[in-house]
C-alpha cells in the first residue's frame, strides 16, 4: 500500500501527537495482531512492574464496542520510535518518514495568536489565521 493511501491514524490528543498500531502495520507490512503483541511486550519491559503494560502513560487503547476486544492501540512518538528499534532499518525509516510528515502537517495547520496586546486585533488576525488554515 502506498503512503498516500494509507488513512492518517494520527491524532492530537492533550497536545501529543500519537500513531496507531493498525497506521504502524500498514506502513510495515506487518499484521496488525503481530504489532499488538509487539506493543504489549514492550510496554511491559518499559513499565518494568506488574501492572497492566497497556495502562502505560501517554498510551490510549480504543476497544470494539461489541466484544471489548482491542481495536487499535495509539502510541506518542517517543513509544513508536522504541517499538521501532525491534524493526528492520527500511521499517524504522518508513515510520520516521511518516513522524516526520505528520509533525509538518501539524505546524502548518496550528493558528499563531499575534502578539498583540489589543484584542480586537488578535481576535481579527486569530479568525483570518482560522480562515486560511480551514476554509
Known amino acids: ?4 493511501s494509507v488513512v492518517c491514524n494520527i491524532f492530537k490528543d492533550d497536545s501529543a501527537l500519537t500513531m496507531s498500531s493498525r497506521e504502524i502495520a500498514e506502513l510495515t507490512g ?3 495482531v503481530h504489532v499488538l503483541r509487539d ?14 503494560p497497556l495502562s502505560y ?3 490510549k487503547v480504543i476497544r470494539r464496542s461489541d466484544n471489548n476486544q ?14 521501532l528499534c525491534g524493526y528492520s532499518v527500511i521499517l524504522r525509516a518508513k515510520i520516521i518518514d511518516r ?9 502548518q495547520t496550528s493558528i499563531q495568536m499575534p502578539d498583540d496586546l489589543r484584542p480586537a486585533i488578535a481576535a481579527r ?7 486560511r488554515a480551514h476554509c
Open 99 to 107: 513522524w516526520q510528515e505528520l509533525e509538518a502537517q501539524v505546524a
Open 125 to 131: 488576525a486569530w479568525a483570518d489565521a482560522y480562515e
Open 39 to 52: 506493543i504489549r511486550v514492550m510496554l511491559a519491559a518499559l513499565q518494568n512492574s506488574d501492572l497492566d
Open 30 to 32: 506487518k499484521k496488525h
Open 1 to 4: 500500500m502506498s503512503s498516500n
Open 70 to 83: 482491542i481495536a487499535k492501540i495509539h502510541l506518542p512518538k517517543r513509544e513508536c520510535l522504541t517499538l
Open 57 to 59: 502513560q501517554g498510551v
